[in-house]
């Protein structure tokens, strides 16, 4: 038999879905429902405060205080005890109100003679949009099944609000205000489109129930599924795949197999709500206490259980999820190389919570010309599908529900931009030289097969960086060392006689493999990755050599090395390159006879490597994104400090151009790797400097060649010459130099 409180929450629900049917306002409904909710719980006050704005939260109906507190009384988040639940998102409750913490006292409500109180948050999707609170004149310990009672009332109230069935003009619970964000820009272009959630949210029309087995018995059968879905995951060839693979798939399953997790969504559907609702009510609080949790694995692991509600949910209603939107603006907390591409040409933008400039989806997105922007807190909360919106990867900004004449700039903004591009294409096969005769081979960066018909289209001369950890990071399994090699040789295929450079594996720091822990660092920047993880992993790097090996066959073969700090680490590694061509010729392996072993510079100490080691390595190409962050110290992902430091600062050019002179006497080639070098402005001054190779995304190939053909190196190799002797940035000289020139 059920207990005593579960049978009385579904009295009070199906109480609230009679009031919900009468005919009336939304002020008559809230009205009505406060007193519902006071008569039930034997409360002599009952309010619900509700959400007017992102920061303050109105009085709008109570049972017990005065009636001219209504529309009238406010809190700000924070503010008050009602404030205090707001922003903490988690009940409160005392015997003794007046003097609780951070009590604020507001006279037109006549409250001060209530001294119980009990308040828990309204919230839908993780995010509060109002707060219920009962209070009682005598002292009154509220019991856990009351607080459990409030919070499935709560959520049932959300679900109303969230329809628009409770507010009327100025709130902006149904959420159709414009809005502006500002995050950080991870991949540049500008887009306009209707808003398409990664995790659509549910539209339930009724969240009532009479029927709790039958609404059990479908989420038993959804459950069932889902776990079946998570069994045949783990059971799933495996062969090859390390230790932390397995555990990592594990520990999805024990989540998956949690009988708490199943306990917990029937005692919420014992409470007279249908399955889909308390699915999200049981991971609302789940959501709530990880998100404050200080441990960075068990915040991690609430990704885990976001994707397994998320899949409950699907099963309950049918595999329903909606076919994405051509043109849509992809809305998501987070997502995987993987997910994006299964999108495929769809989408037109990316918008996410959380991720960063150098993440692996990042880097998808600017590879296929995807404007991304990152860091934007709630945005999943605050969008519906179908919402129009405008992302500025440039500006790292997005406008959801923008104003038409933002809406009509942008689409200005978007078609100049086509215009260039068709400009671009104009010049494709013509080469990158400069009016005084400077040429400069122009690379794409990639990372997909996909990516290479860019290297002709685009007019590139060949691919600067082949990014091969995309390969890992979009499967769920380590790819076999046949599969490695077949993607090596078809990559090489597609860019039929064109220089190819690969880098060998490079994660770590925010680039972790499905199936690997992720090591628990202060700074993973600084820690455990790239060729440390390969000569720490020697197995791995010697498998890929391998696959390098045999994937190129008789032709010419370019391995880089990621993240060079100390030249023994260059030499370690170039031996086990080295040693793994020489067995291959023992084995009888068809292997080339043109290696090239190179090395990344993106630490400022291999600038400073031995004379030797500068004429040991066969290239070096200077990665600018990692160079440019620890020559300042500022976090490249960090908005507040990425922008103070300037690529065209007297200091970092003068640094950059050391550099290239060693190489330089030790005749030894070398190129510029970074989103520095797909920008007109950096390029033209890279060039000035003395880089003759230049390597980017395939879409700013156009915009580069095209600013190089419109200028003399030699006036701008004045320019930056004047600004590292003066100790001020080139960047405005060489804008000017370029606007003049028609170039920007």
Known sequence: MPPAADIGSRVLLRRLR??????????????RIVSVIATNMVAEVCSIYLRRDEAMLELCATEGLRAEAVHRTRFRYGQGLVGRIAQR????????????????YRPETGEEIYSSFCGVPIQRL??????????????REYTEDEIDALEVIAMVIAEMADAGQLTGEGFDLARSAPKTYQGVAASDGAAIGPVHLHEPKLAISNPFTDDVEGERARLDASMVDLRHEVDALVAADLAGAPAEYREVLEAYRMFAHDKGWLRRLHEAVA??????????????????????????????????????ANRLLRRLNGGVGGETPQGAILVCRTIGPGELLDHGGRIAAVVMEEGAVGSHAAIVARALAIPMVVGIERIVAEAENGDAMIVDGDRGEAFLRPPDNLADAYREKIASAKEAEARYREIRGQPAETRDGAHVALHINAGLLSDMPNLHDVGAAGVGLYRTELQFL?????????????????????????????????????????????????????GWRAIRVGLDKPFALKMQAQALLRGAGARPLRVMFPFIAAESEFYA???????????????????????????????????????????????????GNDLLQFFFAADRGNERVRRRYDTLSASYLGFLRAIIARADAAGTPISFCGEAAGRAEEA?????????ALSMRPASIGRVKFALRAVELQAARSIVDEAIAGGAAARPAIRAMLARAGAL
């Not at 995010?127 to 609170?133: A, E, M, S």
């Not at 049981?282 to 206490?289: C, E, G, I, K």
């Not at 080295?578 to 084995?587: F, G, S, W, Y």
């Open 18 to 31: 009679q009031v919900m049917a009468q005919p009336g306002d939304p002020q008559a409904r809230l009205d």
């Open 89 to 104: 998102a988690e009940p409160l409750t005392t015997t003794d109100a007046p003097r609780a913490p951070g009590f604020e």
């Open 126 to 139: 993780g995010k509060v949009i109002g707060v219920l609170v009962v209070q009682n004149a005598a002292a």
């Open 271 to 308: 409470s007279g709500v249908v399955a889909e609702v308390a699915v999200e009510r049981v991971q609302s609080a789940a959501r709530s206490r990880m998100e404050r949790a200080a441990n960075p694995y068990l915040r991690d692991r609430l990704h885990d259980l976001d994707d397994l």
């Open 474 to 526: 979009t499967r769920p399994t380590l790819p076999r060392r046949a599969d490695q090699a077949a993607l090596y040789g078809r990559v090489l295929d597609a860019a039929r006689g064109a220089p190819v450079v690969f880098r060998t594996l490079d994660i770590g720091s925010d680039k972790v493999l499905p199936y690997m822990r992720r090591p628990l660092e202060e700074n993973p920047a600084l």
């Open 573 to 623: 590694a170039r031996d086990i390159v080295t040693e793994t061509h020489a067995r291959l010729q023992k084995l009888g392996y068809t292997v080339t006879d043109d290696l090239k072993v190179g090395a990344m510079l993106e630490t400022p100490s291999l600038a400073y490597a031995s004379d030797s080691f500068f004429s040991d390595v066969d290239f070096l190409s200077v990665g």
């Open 684 to 692: 033209v001054a890279l060039a000035a400097i003395g880089f003759r």
